[in-house]
């Protein structure tokens, strides 16, 4: 059941999916679903029966970015919107233990985009396209857009991609590793789902050790990034988990994870 009025959150097993429910907006961010997202994600993240969560969009789009027709209001209310209402839940994503894959069907535009390339995983349907439009209306790349792109990119790339305000297919994602798959439209859902539950299974404590070092290598240094390996190596080593893994390796047999 969902208890929100802009996102619905259901849970399959381990895999919570959070879909953004505001379809005849093209799901745009106006304050309830800026809050509502940011409630469900908070609920998946501290839920121990969740292991991987969906991100994805009611509807022929994952979402336009912001709606506006809410206005852009003057110049200190948009950072303040930025730092206190799409901000927590972006940092969610980031800070949750567990992997979060985003299913974009039509588009991801302008904060919509920021969303999707934040999620740990993306898969896209074939027709689907990232867009950056903001040059078209003035205004700079946010929610950590710019950060994101040059990362994964390179300035050059990134700034043209932005400036042109060029849509950019799902084929296109895949190969510049913006998206990790491109599946048929009509089985986008079915298909993260499917990658979510396969996650599921594997070690938590393992992914989301992973994830913590890879998010911090992506902006740290090599020495930083190893300290953090080594040190997070030590708290593994002393698991359940790992002496489970260590144990069905040896009985050739799946191992169970159980989290602890």
């Known amino acids: 059941m969902s208890d929100y009025e802009t996102v619905k959150y259901k849970q399959h097993a381990a895999v919570a999916l959070i879909t953004l429910h505001r379809p005849d907006s093209m799901n745009a961010f106006n304050t309830a679903m800026r809050r509502d997202l940011t409630s469900a994600l908070v609920r998946a993240a501290s839920s121990a029966s969740v292991r ?10 994952f979402s336009a970015g912001a709606d506006l027709k809410d206005g852009l209001g003057n110049e200190q209310s948009i950072q303040q919107t930025l730092q206190t209402e799409y901000r927590p839940a972006l940092d969610c994503i980031a ?17 919509g985009m920021s969303y999707a390339l934040a999620c740990d995983l ?22 950590g857009l710019n950060f994101m792109l040059v990362q994964q990119l390179g300035y050059k790339r990134a700034f043209q991609l932005s400036a042109e305000a060029e849509r950019i297919s799902a084929e296109r994602c895949v190969e510049l590793g913006l998206a990790n798959r491109a599946v048929p439209a009509a089985s986008l859902v079915d298909e993260a789902m499917k990658w ?11 992914l989301a050790a992973t994830k913590k070092a890879m998010r911090h290598a992506a902006s740290g240094s090599w020495a930083s990034t190893f300290d953090v390996e080594a040190s997070m190596q030590d708290k593994l080593k002393l698991s359940q988990d790992c ?15 159980s989290g602890l």
């Open 243 to 257: 002496a489970e893994g260590v144990t069905a390796f040896f009985e050739k047999r799946k191992a169970n994870f």
């Open 196 to 206: 979510a539950h396969s996650l599921a299974e594997r070690a938590p404590l393992s």
């Open 95 to 111: 800070s949750m233990s567990q992997p979060v894959i985003a299913a974009v069907g039509g588009s991801a535009a302008g904060i």
């Open 52 to 61: 991987a969560v969906v991100l994805t969009g009611e509807g022929r789009s």
């Open 122 to 143: 993306l898969v896209m349907a074939d027709n689907a396209f990232l867009l950056s439009p903001f040059s078209t209306i003035s205004l700079v790349p946010d929610g």
